[in-house]
Each structure stands twice: as C-alpha cells, then as structure tokens.
C-alpha cells in the first residue's frame, strides 16, 4: 500500500523529527501542534525552534492548530502526543475509527494499568493500530543519523504496509507482534533511567549506574512476566535498546528528572524547569503500586516512588534508595556534599 499524505498529532521533539524524516516518502504531512508558536515558526521559518532547534524542516509539513483538519485528508496517522492527552484529543477526531494509527506514545495509566493501545482501543479497532518504539534520539534523527526501530502489531500485513514509509530513509525498522511488551518496556525504561539519573546524580560512577540498571531490569522483568511479555521481546530495540540508550545519557529527559533529584530538587522544581513532558514519573508510581498488590519485589521502584512523591524526608528516602541498590555507599551524608 502506498501512502500520498499522512498525519502526526504532536509536534513535540519526536512528532516534528517522525514528519520531518517521513516527509520525503510522501506528498504531504499534516503536523498536529499544540502551540500556536509552533505552527508560526514552522510556517515562517521552517523551524521548531521550541522542541528541535534550528533543524531544517521538510517542505512537505503543514502545520496546523486544528485537529480535524490535520486528520482529514490521510488515512494513516502517527499518534506522538504526551500519554494523559490520548484520550482527550482522540475524542476530537471524528473520523478516528476509520484510520490506521500508529502510536509513538509511551506511557502507562496509573489507576488501571493500561497501555498507550489500549487506551486507543477506544477508538479505533486493534487490527488497525501499531506501536511504533525504540532507540531513537529525536536530535540524532533529525540529523540523519541511523537508528533502529520497532513497530508492533498483531498484523503483519500493517506492518508490510507502514515499512514503506521508512525506505530510504535512514531509519531501520524490525517487527513484532507482541504489543504488549514493546508498551510496557517503552513505558517501563524511562522509570528506571530515572533511577538511573538519580544514580549519577549522587556522583557515585558508572559502575555503580551499572549495577542498578541491570537490578532495575531484574524488577522489571517481574513485571513484564506477569503480564505475560515475551522474553524474546525484551532484546529488542524497544525495550533493551531504549532503556540502554536513555539510562546512560543526559539527552533523556528522564535520565535529567533523577539526576536533579539526586541534587534535593523536588519534583515539582524539577518539572517546572522542561517546557516538555516527563512521563517516567508516572510509571515509578504506577510500579511501586503494582509491586505493594502484586506481592512483587521491586525496592528499587518503590524507594524511587518515595522520593518522587516526596512521602518522605530527603534523607530518609535517599537511604531506602542506597538500600535497595546493594550499593556499599559508606556514608551517605557524604555523597551529598
């Protein structure tokens, strides 16, 4: 299937980079924006300078405010908008249910526990939504530079049909179907990078960010096993790929949540500092839940929720951090100063 226009809701780092890279297998990309700055400077200057600097867009995205407008002439849409706006922009849609959506979202819902598809279940049926997921850097992407992907669907005939979109691009894509896993491990990654962040933060090295990273998958895989994800799953570029890439890099934002937090900013400082969204924080919360009512041993997770929350003293918390590491720190107050 060949397709002549597509559409991106979110105009975000990674929504603008997907139009920008997309754009030269297709007529026309219609690029959903919140800002009204966003569509100005794209329309004038050829540039998101808010989310992607000074990055030379294709001439073939066309910027819009309006949601109905920028779903109206395509039949595929890529879906790349912070995880709590699904719902509420998809209810706008009119003609949702009759797309394909792929969905770049990753996020989990904290009261249920659903999944960035599930959530999109709603409104359009399952044979017609794929996720799209992996080790990707929205600045490195812009710049042309390789990257592999994973795209999960229970289709592989919508598979066969989204990969056209990607030849000769420089983006690499491989296939699975198992939507379940590429969700939760995109969603899962960017709680541990927090802990991970939070790790660096403390100055205590890399050795030290190692071994907590390779005990944060121990925890998730708990998780990912009750869910009944995929072993296979996790070697993929969504899941192992992604949580290597952003656990070990400052360009994460969830890697530069826990490293502030390691510095005794509180969340809300922390937060209040990124004009983008931060969905990690979330899934710690989520997780320390799902551990306390699934009998699951995640110390990790759940000293990194206290600390989020701010349930407890920073000291406190940093303790029952340091503690359910395993990490010979000596003393603590030490690695603060």
Not at 196 to 221: N, P, T, W, Y
Not at 231 to 240: D, E, K, P, V
Not at 246 to 271: D, I, P, W, Y
Request: proline fraction near 2%; glycine fraction near 8%; charged fraction near 15%.
């Amino acid at each position: 299937m060949t397709y002549k226009r597509i559409s991106v809701i979110g105009a975000g780092a990674w929504g603008t980079t997907l139009a920008h890279v997309l754009a030269s297998n297709v007529e026309a990309v219609d690029l959903w924006c919140y800002e009204k700055t966003v569509v100005e400077t794209i329309t004038k200057q050829g540039v998101n300078s808010l989310y992607l600097g000074h990055t030379q867009l294709n001439h073939n995205i066309y910027p819009t405010n309006d949601i109905q407008i920028a779903t109206a002439q395509s039949d595929i849409i890529f879906w790349v908008t912070p995880f709590t706006a699904m719902a509420p922009l998809a209810k706008c849609i009119q003609t949702l249910s009759q797309k394909t959506v792929i969905i770049a979202t990753k996020g989990i819902d904290v009261e249920h526990g659903y999944l960035s598809h599930e959530i999109m279940q709603q409104f359009v049926p399952l044979q017609h939504i794929a996720l799209c997921s992996g080790a990707s850097f929205a600045k490195d992407v812009a710049s042309h530079k390789p990257a592999l992907l994973t795209i999960a669907s229970t289709q592989k005939e919508l598979y066969d049909n989204i990969s056209t979109l990607f030849c000769g691009t420089h983006l690499s894509i491989e296939y699975t179907h198992d939507m379940i896993g590429v969700a939760l491990g995109g969603a899962l990654k960017n709680a541990l990078s927090i802990a991970c962040g939070f790790v660096h933060g403390l100055d205590l090295g890399e050795s030290a960010r190692a071994a907590v990273l390779i005990k944060g998958i121990a925890e998730m895989q708990q998780y990912l096993t009750l869910r009944g994800v995929k072993s296979s799953t996790l070697f993929t570029s969504a899941i192992l790929g992604d949580l290597l890439m952003t656990a070990t890099s400052m360009q994460s934002r969830n890697t530069q949540l826990g490293f502030h937090l390691a510095k005794g900013h509180t969340l809300e400082e922390v937060l209040a500092r990124n004009n983008t969204v931060t969905e990690g924080v979330n899934v710690v919360l989520f997780l320390a839940k799902a551990a306390q009512e699934n009998s699951l041993s995640m110390p990790i997770f759940q000293s990194l929720a206290s600390i989020c929350e701010g349930s407890l003293p920073f000291d406190d918390a940093l303790h029952g951090f340091i503690k359910a590491t395993q990490l010979h720190v000596g003393d603590i107050a030490k690695v603060r100063l």
